[in-house]
T-cell receptor, first 115, second 116 residues
Framework: AQTVTQSQPEMSVQEAETVTLSCTYDTSENNYYLFWYKQPPSRQMILVIRQEAYKQQNATENRFSVNFQKAAKSFSLKISDSQLGDTAMYFCAFIIIQGAQKLVFGQGTRLTINP | NAGVMQNPRHLVRRRGQEARLRCSPMKGHSHVYWYRQLPEEGLKFMVYLQKENIIDESGMPKERFSAEFPKEGPSILRIQQVVRGDSAAYFC??????????????FGAGSRLTVL
């Protein structure tokens, strides 16, 4: 079975702090992409960052970076210098390359950035 | 370049009525996906379509739900005889047909269905 687990239902930090959201996944496939999506109160699903599983180098996108541990099937998201606009639900997901084109999502982590 | 367009954003139906949700993919995208999000949950895959073809409908409920992506016009997710349990946000996503972008889905803003 292909699953994604986000063990932190809610997190809260002060503005400008750094926060790390955890994600583990399970798949028997070797070639896949991993994603973090952000869903603000508007409900729009916004792609934050992606990682190709065949790349060892961790992806970064401005204040967002990941810690990808393929052997451990772990894919955490670090947000540096957090901003009020980062308040949202964050979903971890993966898709098998050349597979069935199904994104498998975790349950989400509700992140609140406090002023 | 408009993104993935979904309408209506909000739809209210009474039990037993039909709901139709529409999705226009991004320009150049020929693959469309529908996902459902129940309250406080992640998105769950429903169906994957290309023009005039259903590629994978393994996430669709066996009854009352259908999807199409005709040669012309938007993709339609149709729910017949709605029940309260169908209340959810329905998201459409699209991707290009090939290349690395084929595995990166762009989502619409979703359609929230409320069944009274």
């Amino acid at each position: 079975a292909q699953t994604v687990t986000q063990s932190q239902p809610e997190m809260s930090v002060q503005e400008a702090e750094t926060v790390t959201l955890s994600c583990t996944y399970d798949t028997s496939e070797n070639n896949y992409y991993l994603f973090w999506y952000k869903q603000p109160p508007s409900r729009q699903m916004i792609l934050v960052i992606r990682q190709e599983a065949y790349k060892q180098q961790n992806a970064t996108e401005n204040r967002f970076s990941v810690n990808f541990q393929k052997a451990a099937k772990s894919f955490s998201l670090k947000i540096s210098d957090s901003q009020l606009g980062d308040t949202a639900m964050y979903f971890c997901a993966f898709i098998i390359i050349q597979g069935a084109q199904k994104l498998v999502f975790g349950q989400g982590t509700r992140l609140t950035i406090n002023p | 370049n408009a993104g993935v367009m979904q309408n209506p954003r909000h739809l209210v139906r009474r039990r037993g009525q039909e709901a139709r949700l529409r999705c226009s993919p991004m320009k150049g995208h020929s693959h469309v996906y529908w996902y459902r999000q129940l309250p406080e949950e992640g998105l769950k895959f429903m169906v994957y379509l290309q023009k005039e073809n259903i590629i994978d409908e393994s996430g669709m409920p066996k009854e009352r739900f259908s999807a199409e992506f005709p040669k012309e016009g938007p993709s339609i997710l149709r729910i017949q005889q709605v029940v309260r349990g169908d209340s959810a946000a329905y998201f459409c996503a699209s991707s290009p047909p090939y290349g690395t972008g084929a595995n990166v889905l762009t989502f619409g803003a979703g359609s929230r269905l409320t069944v009274l």
